[in-house]
């Protein structure tokens, strides 16, 4: 089975800087797919930015972008030019390529608080 | 851009009670999920379906939880007689493919309280 793992359960960032947040996982697998996502207060999960892991390419969403370390199993999101409405839970994602079992294992999320 | 819809937003209900949550997915979508997050907790996979069956769920999703499709638009888990611990906030997600680029979208939730 999958797991995720990330190590910090709270962050903070000055408004207008960076932040990386970190998420490690455990997988057998050699194909599959990684997902940040974002809760804000209002509950709702937000897709913030996916990664397939056969792209050596890290991924990037306008300010935000990841480092994805294949062989350590390593997948940090960063945050750049941090803005207030980037306050959230911030929760990482495993999602396997093989069909039947295409469900998303979440890590336990990491609170960002924006200072400002 | 299409949602995921969820009914109700909260709902309460006493421990034995049934309860029926509600989802509308995105409606050309083909794969869809139920997820649970107790309050502080980490979101939970407990279901998965495609095709009119269960393709895929968790140790969570014992016989107390059944899912239906029962027309064309609605998707609806049953939890049939509730306990003080089902009382969490219910995702449901809806995906169109399996592959990286059909990310599951989510609903705004539903917090279910069992009093």
């Known amino acids: 089975a999958q797991t995720v793992t990330q190590s910090q359960p709270e962050m903070s960032v000055q408004e207008a800087e960076t932040v990386t947040l970190s998420c490690t996982y455990d997988t057998s697998e050699s194909d599959y797919y990684l997902f940040w996502y974002k809760q804000p207060p209002s509950r709702q999960m937000i897709l913030v930015i996916r990664?397939?892991?056969?792209?050596?390419q890290n991924a990037t969403e306008n300010r935000f972008s990841v480092n994805f370390q294949k062989a350590a199993k390593s997948f940090s999101l960063k945050i750049s030019d941090s803005q207030l409405g980037d306050a959230a839970m911030y929760f990482c994602a495993y999602r396997s390529a093989n069909f039947g079992n295409e469900k998303l294992t979440f890590g336990t999320g990491t609170r960002l608080t924006i200072i400002p | 851009e299409p949602e995921v819809t969820q009914t109700p937003s909260h709902q309460v209900t006493q421990m034995g009670q049934e309860v029926i949550l509600r989802c509308v997915p995105i409606s050309n979508h083909l794969y869809f999920y139920w997820y649970r997050q107790i309050l502080g907790q980490k979101v939970e996979f407990l279901v998965s379906?495609?095709?009119?069956?269960?393709?895929?769920k968790s140790e969570i999703f014992d016989d107390q939880f059944s899912v239906e499709r029962p027309d064309g638009s609605n998707f609806t888990l049953k939890i049939r007689s509730t306990k003080l611990e089902d009382s969490a906030m219910y995702f449901c997600a809806s995906s169109d493919g399996t592959a990286g680029n059909s990310p599951l979208h989510f609903g705004n939730g539903t917090r279910l309280t069992v009093t």
């Open positions: 990664q397939e892991a056969y792209k050596q």
């Open positions: 379906f495609y095709n009119n069956e269960i393709s895929e």
